[in-house]
């Protein structure tokens, strides 16, 4: 009796103790939106001094010549909706919106040169740029932007203590409509789907172990 009320009692511990942590993790969990329109405008240096105003629920693609070199700015307006300060670490570009639902791998992600914190349920923003001709990436991001053709950008942040990482899938569209010509040349970014690294993917069904077959019952009499 002794040994089962102990094992009784370091199972409870061990599920108060796990509950608690997963507690204290969904405290520090960011999620990353796009802002909302009615969110105050930014304002945004690049390291060469470039400034730009995003207003809320947009995003920034623009070519800029600077030293005789065309250069690629970007940027994303963006709300932390979660309950954490999120750290954004990295981020992929793509030209096009990307056909896979794949999560890229995370070596194929670039690293910011600075820190880019977003409080919660605040608003900040994640900015990049192309200036390097040499660059790989170079020349179809300057073709993209140009032409104003949709573009995905994948971000990787977590919270502030380095883990919980997601990867938040952006999808950039020219806004191209003439009614408001305030609006005319700006991007609009929309979340398409959103990936965990530290944590399981909720789009996996969990696994449900296979059922016994069932014995058939004896006649009755046997």
């Given amino acids: 009796m002794l040994a089962v009320a102990t094992f009784s009692s370091v199972r409870s511990a061990n599920r108060s103790a796990r509950a608690a942590e997963q507690s204290l993790l969904v405290g520090l969990r960011p999620i990353l939106m796009p802002s909302r329109r009615d969110d105050p405008p930014q304002k945004i240096m690049y390291g060469d001094e470039q400034w730009f105003k995003m207003p809320g629920g947009t995003a ?34 793509y030209p096009e919106r990307p056909q896979s639902t794949d999560r890229p791998p995370l070596e194929k992600f670039r690293w910011n040169s600075r820190d880019l914190w977003i409080p ?20 179809a991001a300057l073709e993209a932007i140009k032409n104003r053709q949709p573009i995905s950008i994948d971000l990787l942040y977590g919270d502030h203590e380095g883990g919980q990482r997601v990867v938040t899938r952006f999808s950039v569209t020219p806004r191209t409509d003439t009614t408001e010509t305030e609006h005319n040349g700006q991007w609009i970014a929309a979340a398409v789907r959103h990936w965990n690294i530290d944590r399981p ?21 046997a």
């Fill in 120 to 139: 919660v349920n605040d608003t900040g923003f994640w900015q990049a740029a192309y200036r390097d001709t040499s660059d790989p990436e170079y020349t």
């Fill in 201 to 221: 993917d909720p789009r996996v069904a969990p696994r449900v172990a296979p059922r016994a077959p069932q014995q058939p019952e004896p006649p009755s009499g």
């Fill in 60 to 93: 920034v693609g623009e070519i800029r010549a600077v030293d005789g070199t065309e250069n690629v700015y970007l940027a994303l307006s963006l709300h932390n909706a979660g309950s954490g300060l999120a750290v954004v670490h990295g981020w992929v570009f």
